[in-house]
């Protein structure tokens, strides 16, 4: 159910004018009848601020680092500007490789990744499991995608902050 939830939100936040209310309009129980793209979006990104919470207070894992970043991501992304703070900021600029640049690298995989990728290569062709693309220089394509884009958002939010015609006047 989470991943459907997901999933609408996703497309709510980044396609709406794409059809995405169909898909919402699809749940017709009652208790939902006046929600909009916007409710859900709310109580998704909630939920997302009181995960990131919880995984940041406990100590952001290999496991959670990932979903962690997503939901600074979409929700950051969709107008949640709380999602923006400095420590989180912190934690994921701590997470670029120094070398490479990138996110998500693993020096003690990369024989391993490389031994793999050639295996494959020599099989015949078949459907596969789609799986994480690892860049020649050992880093996440999705990792190093995601912490951008988060990083794009912060960089949007302090660049907004900074500019006095987008304050409200007081």
């Known amino acids: 159910m ?28 009652e208790s939902r009848a006046n929600m909009t793209e916007g409710s859900y979006q709310k109580i998704y990104c909630s939920n997302m601020m009181k995960a990131n919470q919880d995984i940041f207070r406990d100590g952001i894992t290999e496991q959670t680092v990932d979903i962690f970043i997503e939901n600074i991501l979409i929700c950051g992304l969709s107008g949640f500007s709380d ?7 912190q934690h994921i600029l701590r997470l670029q490789d120094e070398e490479a640049g990138c996110f998500g690298r693993d020096k003690s995989i990369m024989s391993q990744i490389i031994g793999d990728e050639l295996l494959e290569q020599l099989q015949p062709h078949r459907r596969v499991k789609r799986r994480e693309k690892i860049l020649p220089d ?33």
């Open 2 to 29: 989470n991943n459907l939830l997901s999933l609408l939100i996703t497309c709510c936040v980044c396609g709406s004018q794409r059809g995405c209310t169909n898909l919402l309009k699809g749940d017709t129980r």
């Open 83 to 89: 999602f923006y703070k400095a420590d989180w900021l």
């Open 138 to 170: 050992g880093c996440s394509s999705h990792m190093t995608a995601v912490a951008v884009g988060a990083l794009g958002g912060y960089l949007n939010y302090y660049l907004a902050e900074q500019d006095i015609t987008k304050r409200p006047i007081s």
